[in-house]
């Protein structure tokens, strides 16, 4: 069996605006109903939206959260069968205080009230479904578990690194387990975007962008500004050089022993900061002498492939109703399994 997964950006806005026949499918026209009103989601609040936004690393009792659970609900409802069993995650930073209020939540979901006029259908509607459990489990043993049980099925020690948007993770994978000692968790990427941005201001007025509009001009190394098109590329590869050396090499000094390295030779990065080269190349410049350096096959997919995994093993191998959900600060990845 395969796993499909399906992403959209981790951004919503408040919009009781009509929208018809702007998207050409229910991905890119996510627009959902939470309480009395309407909010657009993802690649629709992107293009029709004002000012998209994500509260990093959200809690299950504030909007953000709930709408972003709701589309990745209504996305895997396409695809799977019901009631559903569905596994998401926290940081280890956050994972404490949210396990509980997350599965309440997710559990006593039966309903998603959406506006199917962006992509072409008519009014508000109302899915109707059922979840036979929730499983809430830190974002890198998801990782770890894609990783281990996907179709990598790698064995043997390696570090894991999650270069996430909101936070970095870190750890020691072992095949009896995680060594809890090397877990480690610190700012994410956000900490390069916001660097940057502070580096443009200085020259250019980049207007009203929000921090997530900023963060796809990052990605693809360049702005508008003025109508004139600005090139990042130098701002970005020394933002994400300081965040390497300001806080992600200092969590892994601090956090990994020598011994460490006598258990493991290999680096392996997921998350969307290891599809940036720069980052990559700082690992490569500090462990290369000593240590593999790896990126993972999509990294930015492996963790909720991971939670889709394990809610196959807990549904007792069943494929047919098992659901990954990664609420991640950038994007929410929804992965299924398909057949081949």
Same mark, same amino acid.
Request: some cysteine.
């Given at each position: 069996?395969?796993?499909?997964?399906?992403?959209?950006?981790?951004?919503?806005?408040?919009? =009781?605006?009509?929208?018809? =026949?702007?998207? +050409?499918?229910?991905?890119?026209?996510? +627009?959902?109903?939470?309480?009395?009103?309407?909010?657009?989601?993802?690649?629709?609040?992107?293009?029709?939206?004002?000012?998209?936004?994500?509260?990093?690393?959200?809690?299950?009792?504030?909007?953000?959260?709930?709408?972003?659970?709701?589309?990745?609900?209504?996305?895997?409802?396409?695809?799977?069968?019901?009631?559903?069993?569905?596994?998401?995650?926290?940081?280890?930073?956050?994972?404490?205080?949210? /396990?509980?209020?997350?599965?309440?939540?997710?559990?006593?979901? /039966?309903?998603?009230?959406?506006?199917?006029?962006?992509?072409?259908?008519?009014?508000?509607?109302?899915?109707?479904?059922?979840?036979?459990?929730?499983?809430?489990?830190?974002?890198?043993?998801?990782?770890?578990?894609?990783?281990?049980?996907?179709?990598?099925?790698?064995?043997?020690?390696?570090? %894991?690194?999650?270069?996430?948007?909101?936070?970095? &993770?870190?750890?020691?994978? *072992?095949?009896?387990?995680?060594?809890?000692?090397?877990?480690?968790?610190?700012?994410?990427?956000?900490? $390069?975007?916001?660097?940057?941005?502070?580096?443009? %201001?200085?020259?250019?007025?980049?207007?009203?962008?929000?921090?997530?509009?900023?963060?796809? $001009?990052?990605?693809?190394?360049?702005?508008?500004? /003025?109508?004139?098109?600005?090139?990042?590329?130098?701002?970005? +590869?020394?933002?994400?050089?300081?965040?390497?050396?300001?806080?992600?090499?200092?969590? %892994?000094?601090?956090?990994?022993?020598?011994?460490?390295?006598?258990?493991? =030779?290999?680096?392996?990065?997921?998350?969307?900061?290891?599809?940036?080269? &720069?980052?990559?190349?700082?690992?490569?410049?500090?462990?290369?002498?000593?240590?593999?350096?790896?990126?993972?096959? /999509?990294?930015?997919?492996?963790?909720?492939?991971?939670?889709?995994?394990?809610?196959?093993?807990? $549904?007792?191998?069943?494929?047919?109703?098992?659901?990954?959900?990664?609420?991640?600060?950038?994007?929410? *990845?929804?992965?299924?399994?398909?057949?081949?």
């Amino acid at each position: 069996m395969n796993i499909r997964s399906i992403s959209f950006p981790s951004v919503v806005e408040g919009h =009781n605006t009509e929208l018809v =026949n702007v998207a +050409k499918d229910q991905l890119n026209g996510l +627009k959902i109903r939470e309480g009395e009103d309407d909010y657009i989601i993802g690649n629709l609040a992107l293009s029709e939206g004002r000012n998209p936004h994500k509260a990093i690393n959200s809690s299950p009792d504030e909007t953000d959260y709930k709408l972003l659970m709701k589309a990745g609900i209504l996305t895997a409802s396409n695809f799977v069968k019901e009631p559903m069993v569905i596994t998401t995650g926290f940081p280890f930073s956050t994972i404490n205080i949210n /396990n509980q209020q997350a599965r309440e939540y997710v559990s006593g979901l /039966n309903d998603v009230k959406f506006d199917s006029r962006p992509f072409g259908g008519r009014d508000h509607q109302s899915l109707q479904f059922s979840v036979n459990r929730v499983e809430v489990i830190p974002e890198l043993i998801g990782g770890i578990i894609g990783i281990r049980s996907g179709s990598a099925q790698r064995t043997g020690n390696f570090f %894991m690194v999650s270069l996430g948007y909101g936070t970095v &993770e870190i750890g020691l994978s *072992t095949d009896g387990g995680i060594v809890q000692r090397t877990e480690g968790s610190a700012p994410g990427v956000r900490y $390069a975007i916001d660097w940057a941005m502070k580096e443009l %201001m200085q020259n250019y007025y980049v207007g009203l962008r929000t921090e997530h509009q900023f963060d796809a $001009a990052f990605q693809r190394g360049n702005i508008t500004v /003025n109508r004139k098109r600005i090139d990042l590329s130098e701002i970005r +590869k020394r933002a994400l050089t300081h965040y390497y050396n300001d806080v992600v090499s200092p969590l %892994m000094r601090n956090t990994w022993e020598d011994e460490d390295f006598n258990r493991a =030779n290999t680096i392996l990065l997921v998350g969307g900061g290891a599809l940036y080269p &720069e980052i990559v190349n700082s690992f490569t410049e500090e462990f290369g002498s000593f240590a593999n350096v790896e990126v993972a096959d /999509n990294p930015t997919t492996v963790a909720s492939r991971g939670f889709c995994i394990r809610s196959r093993n807990i $549904a007792g191998g069943s494929t047919e109703a098992a659901v990954g959900i990664d609420l991640g600060n950038a994007h929410t *990845t929804v992965s299924v399994f398909e057949e081949q």
